[in-house]
Every structure is written in structure tokens, then in C-alpha cells.
């Protein structure tokens, strides 16, 4: 990753008020150490669970709604920002006037971050915060200091700006709230101007049971449905590691290459069906491929889990009595049973 440009700008806004006061940093942010440091860490909470995908409703902007898009438009040109810091300021005050129409909502460090990654250009416009915290001076001595809250983000936005650009037909922007309240989560869409966010963890649930209903329709045994459910889902871990949307057809593509171009039709079928309608391609969340590679289940009683491999191996499903029985149990589990025996 490479960062071209880097500001950062203040809001002040007190909860119960509607006044705020936008406080603009005249120039960019060094990219430094410190800069790089801190990229690095809001792109790693960023990438945890919860992020939301969508596009513009408006790619190229208008008089109503969300200016963004038109900002981008204006300041956007072959690849690099005319005036970094004139974007970032004009689009403050854009956020600060849907942040004033919210009591209940504060202020914060608005931070601007465009960079480069494999050839292709992004925008994160992030909502930090401060924090009291302690320091220690030269002489020892504990003082209260101010520093930036790095712990975990509020809200967060990332727009992949070539895809934008090119008029992508994909999701091209990725946003998620952490555990803002949803006042805050609303202002913040509408801000963006979002067409219809998609949750990750909603869409990786889909998929998951869209390759599940692929093996069941196909009749597929137990082993061969086994491993074609870790193919997929090592191809999404790889999607979800490089932070890249998975392409639906490319899930096809495994489905050729293991079985047949009719079955590979098939899938996309399904994929296409009422049942689904899965996008063309999706931001996978890794949490939610377990279910994959391993069945589980609870009861107040009881939880139980395992990798689905070992199904017809040494687990054994009676379908007729709803029993499930269990060979080379855990060694601690064993020596527990042996113990109340």
C-alpha cells in the first residue's frame, strides 16, 4: 500500500447540540512513520467483521442528496487529486451538515487517506476520536495526556476510486459503523450516499447456503460435497485476506473445473433463483465460512461442533432415529466421562 495523500480535519460538536464548528488543516498530513503507523492499524479494524458494500446511488452526483460523489467528480482526475486538501475540506463541511441535523451525535477527527494498492486507487474517510490517556514526561512524572482513540473505529468509509471511475457494475464502496448507534449510523449513509448497503456477513450467509443447496441439488456425496465446500471456502478466505470482493463466477469456474460446464450453469442458476439472488460479486465475511467446513449446533444443555469431514467417518448420522453416534472422542472429554463413570 502506498499513500499519496493524508489530512486530517477536526469537528467539534457537543452531544445535545446541533451547532458544529468544522476546524479545516490548511495542508496535508507528512505521510511519516507515525501516518503509516496509523493506517495501518485503522485498515486492520476496518477489515474485522461488520462492513456493509454498496455503490453511489447517484455515481456522478446532482443538486439533491449526497455530494460526494459530485466531489469526487470535481476533484478526482487520471488518477490523482487536483487539490487534496481543498476535497477534503469542502467534504467535511458536506458531513458536518448531516451531522448537525443529529442532537445526540458528536464530533471527531475526520481523516482523509488516498492511496494505491495493486494498481488501483482508494479513499478512506474515517471518523476517529480522542482519549484521555496518561504519559510520562522527561522528569518521570505522570501527566494526562490527549491521544487518538485506535482501539476500535466508529465509522468508516472506503471507496475503491477506480472502480468508481470505470462505472464498475461491483460494489465499489465499503463502509461499516463499528458500534455507533444507529442515529449515527443513518446520518453517516446518507452521507455517503449508498444504494442499497449489503451487510458482508448477510451475503456470506447466502453463499454458504447457496453451496450447500448446489451439492444437495446435484446429489453430490458426502466427501466429494465435503471437499468442494473447502475449496470455496479457502477461495473466499483468500478474497477476504487480500481484501478483495469474490467474483460469484469465479465460484462457477471451481464448479467446472471439478465437475462439468452443465453443473457450473447450474450453479449460477441457483445463484440467480428467487431463493438467492446473490450479487455478481460480494464482500465475504471470514467468521461466517465456518459454516463451510463445520456443522454445529446448541441447545441451553448441550453445544456441540465438529469439521464436516469427519461426518461418515468417525461420526455417524441415523437419519430414521435423529442419533448421532461418535467414535474417537477428545482425549480431555474421554478422561472426564472415564472419571464420572
Wanted: net charge negative; charged share 30%.
Amino acid at each position: 500500500m502506498s499513500i499519496t495523500n493524508l489530512i486530517v480535519h477536526e469537528i467539534q460538536k457537543h452531544e445535545g447540540e446541533r451547532k458544529a464548528i468544522l476546524i479545516a488543516r490548511p495542508n496535508e498530513n507528512p505521510v511519516d512513520m507515525q501516518a503509516q503507523a496509523l493506517s495501518e492499524q485503522v485498515i486492520n479494524l476496518f477489515n474485522r467483521s461488520g462492513m456493509n458494500t454498496g455503490r453511489f446511488s447517484n455515481p456522478h452526483g446532482s443538486e439533491e442528496g449526497s455530494q460526494l460523489p459530485a466531489l469526487l467528480t470535481k476533484h478526482f482526475k487520471d488518477g490523482a487529486f487536483l487539490d487534496f486538501a481543498g476535497f477534503s475540506k469542502e467534504c467535511a463541511a458536506e458531513y458536518l451538515k448531516y451531522l448537525e441535523n443529529v442532537e445526540e451525535a458528536e464530533g471527531g477527527l475526520l481523516w482523509f487517506n488516498h492511496y494505491e494498492l495493486h494498481d488501483a486507487h482508494f479513499l478512506y474517510i474515517v471518523l476517529l476520536k480522542r482519549k484521555q490517556g496518561i504519559g510520562l514526561g522527561a522528569d518521570l512524572s505522570l501527566s494526562q495526556v490527549e491521544q487518538i482513540e485506535i482501539e476500535k473505529l466508529h465509522m468508516a468509509l472506503r471507496i475503491n476510486l477506480s472502480a468508481w471511475q470505470a462505472e464498475d457494475e461491483g460494489r465499489y464502496i465499503a463502509f461499516r459503523f463499528g458500534r455507533a448507534p444507529k442515529f449515527e449510523s443513518e446520518y453517516f449513509t446518507q452521507f455517503i450516499g449508498c444504494d442499497e448497503p449489503k451487510a458482508a456477513a448477510k451475503e456470506t450467509r447466502k453463499l454458504v447456503d447457496l453451496t450447500s443447496a448446489f451439492c444437495q441439488s446435484e446429489g453430490l456425496p458426502s466427501k466429494q460435497a465435503n471437499d468442494f465446500k473447502r475449496v470455496v471456502s479457502e477461495h473466499c478466505q483468500s478474497k477476504a485476506e487480500e481484501r478483495e470482493p469474490l467474483e460469484i463466477k469465479d465460484i462457477a469456474r471451481e464448479v467446472e473445473t471439478r465437475f462439468s460446464v452443465e453443473q457450473a450453469n447450474k450453479f449460477l442458476e441457483i445463484a440467480d433463483s428467487d431463493s438467492f439472488k446473490m450479487e455478481k460479486e460480494i464482500f465475504v465475511e471470514k467468521a461466517g465460512l465456518k459454516k463451510l467446513t463445520r456443522l454445529s449446533g446448541s441447545s441451553r444443555a448441550l453445544t456441540m461442533s465438529f469439521d464436516s469431514d469427519l461426518l461418515g467417518e468417525s461420526i455417524h448420522f441415523d437419519a430414521d432415529t435423529g442419533t448421532l453416534t461418535i467414535k474417537e472422542l477428545p482425549k480431555s472429554l474421554l478422561k472426564q466421562l472415564k472419571s464420572m463413570s
